[in-house]
């Protein structure tokens, strides 16, 4: 009686051998590898903007069953590191892949290798230089910057100077709403003049020194406009240190130093985005691509003009998760 038993026992490892050795290498944890997982890069790891973009990642994640894996740089310039972390992703076997380029040509290789590898990659927040990706989900972040531009135009009845702090070069993202701004600026507000314009760079510190020196070095401005959350922070901070409660200010993004400025006065009007809607598009969209159904080609994940009498709006209090 114990041979059937035996037989039986044998058939069972076989099988159970044989199972194993056809799973997929995404399936297997041994070895650096992660199970059913999407990989999501963002810029950079330091600001809330990001944080956002990761909790609408996550949430996705979960809705359709990936772990989400979440890294980048420490820095926003950084590419050398970014295209590392790609790498090390590719060599880790993840089903797909949700990336916030840094830079519109250094990223090109790297997106492109991917397509290669039909490793399905979803680009957030900001332009890449080919279009060898699934889904482009962002901000149409030059329309931003003619949003932001309209409002400085209306705050100062369309004549005044005006001082523009940039970020970084090689930033689609930031560079089409700086380029919003400016050329809205020159085609429907004749009365008014961009006087001075400087890149502030990837933190707040550098942003700051430029904003002051462009404070110091013009003193007839009515308008500020600066294209980003890092940028924005740091002009406000120096309209703060300069006593320059006559400036107007338009910024872009929502940090927390953003939204209180607003209800104090200090900032007329934000320019502000959905990064949360972002992180979950792009996950979504590498899943749906996994499956094999469509995804549009190119997504716009809105924008918005907030004020202070908006922040009562149930509706902007969702897009800033404030009470």
């Known amino acids: 009686m114990q041979k059937p038993f035996f037989a039986l026992s044998a058939l069972a490892v076989g099988l159970m051998l044989a199972a194993g050795c056809n799973k997929k290498p995404s399936e297997n944890t041994p070895g650096g590898t992660v199970k059913h997982a999407i990989a999501v890069i963002p810029k950079g790891t330091t600001h809330i903007y990001w944080q956002s973009v990761k909790a609408g990642a996550e949430a996705a994640g979960k809705e359709f069953g990936y772990e989400i894996q979440w890294n980048g740089p420490e820095r926003e310039t950084d590419r050398e590191r970014q ?16 990336l916030a380029p840094l830079d519109k040509d250094a990223l090109v290789p790297s997106v492109e290798k991917l397509a290669g590898l039909k490793i399905p990659c979803v680009i957030i927040d900001s332009a890449v ?70 890149y502030g760079q990837d933190t707040v510190e550098t942003a700051l020194q430029a904003a002051e020196d462009m404070l110091t070095k013009n003193k007839d401005v009515q308008g500020f406009f600066a294209c980003n959350a890092p940028t924005a922070v740091a002009a406000l901070q120096a309209l703060q240190s300069q006593n320059r409660p006559e400036i107007k200010m338009v910024g ?22 959905n990064p949360y809607k972002m992180g979950y598009e792009g996950v979504k969209a590498v899943a749906l691509s996994i499956k094999g159904q469509p995804v549009e080609k190119k997504m716009d994940t809105g924008v918005e003009v907030v004020t202070k009498p908006a922040l009562d709006k149930p509706e902007i209090k969702a897009l800033l998760n404030i009470q």
């Open 252 to 273: 872009f993004d929502a940090e927390k130093a953003l939204i209180d400025g607003l209800k104090a006065g200090q900032i007329d009007a934000l320019i502000v985005q």
């Open 83 to 98: 295209i590392q972390i790609i790498e090390d992703f590719i060599v880790q076997k993840v089903d797909g892949v949700v």
């Open 129 to 198: 230089a080919t279009d060898k990706y699934t889904t482009f989900a962002a901000t149409d972040n030059y329309q931003g910057g003619v949003l932001a531009a309209r409002r400085m135009g209306e705050i100062l009845g369309g004549k005044g100077n005006v001082i523009v702090l940039k970020y970084v070069p090689g930033s689609a993202s930031t560079t089409d709403r700086e380029n919003g701004f400016i050329e809205t600026i020159q085609k429907e507000f004749p009365g008014i003049k961009i006087v001075d314009s400087k």
